[in-house]
């Protein structure tokens, strides 16, 4: 799980695909293609609600 959390954040980089490096990352240790595909897509709930959570905070604000 560390290892494909590394690989998610490389993809901070510009032009590096996140759900890209954490499928790479997860086929790398071992996972089968669904499983990678499946905690790829997991590992986006977070930064998909966090970045709503800022966007509509800076609505809100701007009111």
Known sequence: ??????AQA???I???SRSGMTITAGLAQG????EA???AFL???PSIAGAGILEGLEL????
Do not use: T, W
Request: proline share 4%; glycine share 12%.
């Open 37 to 39: 595909a499946r905690y």
């Open 31 to 34: 996972f089968s293609r669904l």
């Open 1 to 6: 799980a560390v290892v494909v959390g590394l």
């Open 60 to 63: 809100f604000n701007e009111g």
């Open 14 to 16: 510009p032009g590096i």
């Open 43 to 45: 590992l986006a709930v």
């Open 10 to 12: 490389l993809a901070l």
